[in-house]
């Protein structure tokens, strides 16, 4: 598997990936996506702004996830551990159902620690869907620390915040 920068061209790939993987929360009773997010145009922001990757299987992208240092205003009510502002932060990471038990996951995550390591960071965030629990088993298992919860969307519930210290 190969992790590199999408481009524009690769955005109807990253868009059918996305769409077998919301096929597959929704299946499993995750409501955290849906056909009106991830989409189209926030996506292509990502990869205009130079921080969408996208992972790379027998020339099938089966994996991406945006990487910057942006976090909601939200992230603001809790005490992270990092206390520096020094981080990187995790968005939309998905892959396609069918791989979804292959450790796509824990090499995308290495790839942000590695990055985060390399820009000089001390610490990964970001946020999942309380009703994700397979996703927050993932974190969790991989020595990422729940630290609290947010709201940000009126219509959903809680969405709990992760961070590592590298």
């Excluded at 620690?113 to 000089?120: I, Y």
């Excluded at 020595?143 to 210290?165: Q, R, T, V």
């Amino acid at each position: 598997m190969v992790i590199q920068k999408a481009k524009i061209r690769d955005i109807v790939s990253i868009m059918l990936m996305y769409s077998s993987c919301v096929k597959g929360m929704l299946l499993s009773g995750n409501n955290q996506w849906n056909e009106t997010y991830p989409n189209h145009e926030i996506i292509l922001k990502d990869i205009s702004n130079g921080t969408y990757y996208i992972a790379i299987k027998n020339s099938e992208i089966i994996a991406g996830i945006n990487i910057d240092e942006n976090q909601d205003k939200q992230y603001m009510s809790i005490n992270w551990k990092d206390k520096n502002s020094n981080f990187l932060v995790v968005h939309r990471l998905g892959i396609k159902h069918e791989y979804w038990s292959g450790g796509i996951g824990k090499q995308l995550m290495t790839f942000v620690e590695s990055l985060a390591l390399n820009k000089g960071c001390n610490s990964v965030r970001l946020d999942t869907y309380s009703q994700n629990k397979s996703a927050m088993g993932f974190y969790k298992k991989i020595g990422y620390n729940k630290l609290g919860s947010i709201k940000l969307e009126a219509n959903k519930d809680l969405y709990y915040c992760f961070e590592k210290i590298l």
